[in-house]
């Protein structure tokens, strides 16, 4: 099983439960004995401690190579924490590992991981799926699909239907430059971006489809 319960589930009623989790390595605090491990996916951040007592030897040596988003998945036995965090959701416990299988290693990432990272806009797009994994942005697109959603759902409600109309279509004069696309079946002919869209409302309308709704892309 990949995981049975994601980063930001485990609370104070899992303590004693065996569980396993998957995740990126947020950062690891390494006292010689003993090691914490922040695992952390889209939900959540879950500690982790590898105890050289509780703990088999041989996992405890490859939690040791553990690196910053080392892609991991774990197995152990969830337990109270000692020093507990308010500011966490899974601040109560932390899991004790007793299985560990290093997914996929990672090179050092060229900008820290963090809500505010230390790296320049113009590295963080070169590196967008990196940048995505940081609560800022992921957050912003949780938003962004709870508020087309909440469209979605309001207009059906009262009767409206969502229709895609064509992104590309023949030329049409208008006093706008056009931005054309090449035809790959065509030679030498193209395609563009609507600068009408009221074409297409109209066909609709006429179609009997009085009551539509679009939510447009921006290009």
């Known amino acids: 099983m990949y995981r049975t319960h994601n980063n930001g589930a485990l609370r104070a009623e899992h303590i ?16 010689g004995f003993m090691i914490w491990v922040d695992l952390r996916d889209r939900y959540g951040i ?7 007592e509780r703990t088999p030897k041989d996992v405890m040596d490859l939690a040791k190579t553990l690196g910053r988003e080392f892609v991991i998945q774990v197995t152990g036995k ?8 308010p500011k966490m959701p899974t ?11 290093i997914l996929n290693q990672a090179k050092t990432p060229p900008f820290t991981i963090e809500d505010a990272t230390d790296g320049g806009e113009d590295l963080r797009m070169k590196y967008r799926y990196l940048d995505i994994r940081r609560n800022p942005v992921k957050e912003k697109l949780i938003f962004r699909h709870k508020v087309s959603i909440a469209v979605r759902n309001y207009l ?8 895609e109309t064509p992104y590309l279509i023949k030329s049409t004069p208008e006093g706008a430059r056009d931005f054309v696309v090449p035809s790959r079946m065509n030679e030498g002919q193209f395609y563009a971006l609507p600068q009408s869209p009221q074409t297409f ?3 609709l309308m006429v179609g009997g489809m ?3 709704f679009q939510i447009v892309k921006c290009f």
Request: hydrophobic share 35%.
């Open 46 to 52: 879950t500690q982790l401690i590898f105890d050289e």
């Open 91 to 101: 601040g109560d416990v932390e899991l004790l590992v007793e299985q560990l299988e």
């Open 156 to 163: 059906s409600d009262k009767g409206f239907i969502e229709v």
């Open 210 to 212: 009085d009551k539509y």
């Open 78 to 85: 969830v337990i109270e924490r000692e020093s507990k965090n």
């Open 16 to 31: 004693n439960e065996t569980v396993t989790l998957a995740g990126w390595v947020q950062k690891t605090r390494d006292k």
């Open 201 to 203: 409302k109209q066909l």
